[in-house]
């Protein structure tokens, strides 16, 4: 079983919709989450952290469930920019673990 | 902005050469992790380094791949002999190696190495 999973996708949505991402992690002692977000033929780049408490950046809320080892990220009002890869991140012990990636698409 | 550098951007060889990639984290940051990337496997974590000293390289193959911080300002990773299966996009990422949002790694434009 691999550390983090995600469903690969790929998602194909309509401009303005709205999306969700899952991703689970296997490492009950991880300590820190993050989303990435990798654009074709680019390096992975920090979209967010991820917080206990849930946090929001805009259009984009990440949720953290420990006690289910589960992550989440929501788009709302998806825009044609947001068409990329999005890489759920899980810090255990010193390392970072990536998961596989959710390829996204927003359709005009 | 400081970011970090990686040379070459791409490589061509041919199998059983030598090849050598280069990283450049950004100045301050303590931690240096070397990941490849294919499309079958993903980002997959070959080796990381804290304070230039190695704490993990169980994902890289022992037999050819090595990787060093000659210093703090350099980190290598070297494949020898190459083969066709070491195809693939090599990213180095540095960070300052804490919690929460220390914990952020950033990432290099990455070597697009393909042996032939």
């Known amino acids: 079983r691999k550390e983090v999973e995600q469903d690969p996708g790929p998602f194909n949505v309509p401009e303005g919709a709205t999306v969700a991402f899952n991703c689970t992690y296997s490492?009950?002692?991880?300590?820190?989450f993050f989303w990435y977000r990798q654009d074709c033929r680019k390096e992975p780049k920090l979209l967010m952290s991820?917080?206990?408490s849930g946090n929001e950046d805009g259009r984009f809320t990440a949720q953290l469930n420990r006690a289910s080892q589960y992550i989440s990220l929501l788009i709302r009002d998806s825009k044609l920019s947001d068409s990329a890869t999005y890489l759920c991140?899980?810090?255990?012990?010193?390392?970072?673990?990536f998961g596989q990636g959710t390829r996204l698409t927003i359709n005009p | 902005d400081a970011r970090v550098t990686q040379t070459p951007r791409h490589k061509v060889t041919e199998m059983g050469q030598e090849v050598t990639m280069r990283c450049q984290p950004i100045?301050?940051?303590?931690?240096v992790f070397w990941y490849r990337q294919t499309m079958m496997q993903g980002l997959e974590l070959l080796a990381y380094?804290?304070?230039?000293?190695?704490?993990?390289d169980s994902g890289m193959p022992k037999d050819r791949f090595s990787a060093e911080m000659p210093d703090a300002t350099l980190a290598t990773l070297k494949i020898q002999p190459s083969e066709p299966r070491d195809s693939a996009v090599y990213f180095c990422?540095?960070?300052?190696?804490?919690?929460?949002?220390?914990?952020?790694?950033?990432f290099g434009q990455g070597t697009r190495l393909t042996v032939v």
């Open positions: 990422a540095s960070g300052l190696g804490g919690l929460g949002k220390n914990a952020e790694a950033f």
């Open positions: 490492n009950s002692a991880s300590q820190s």
């Open positions: 991820v917080y206990s």
């Open positions: 991140v899980v810090r255990g012990a010193q390392k970072l673990v």
């Open positions: 100045l301050g940051h303590n931690t």
């Open positions: 380094f804290r304070n230039r000293a190695p704490l993990d």
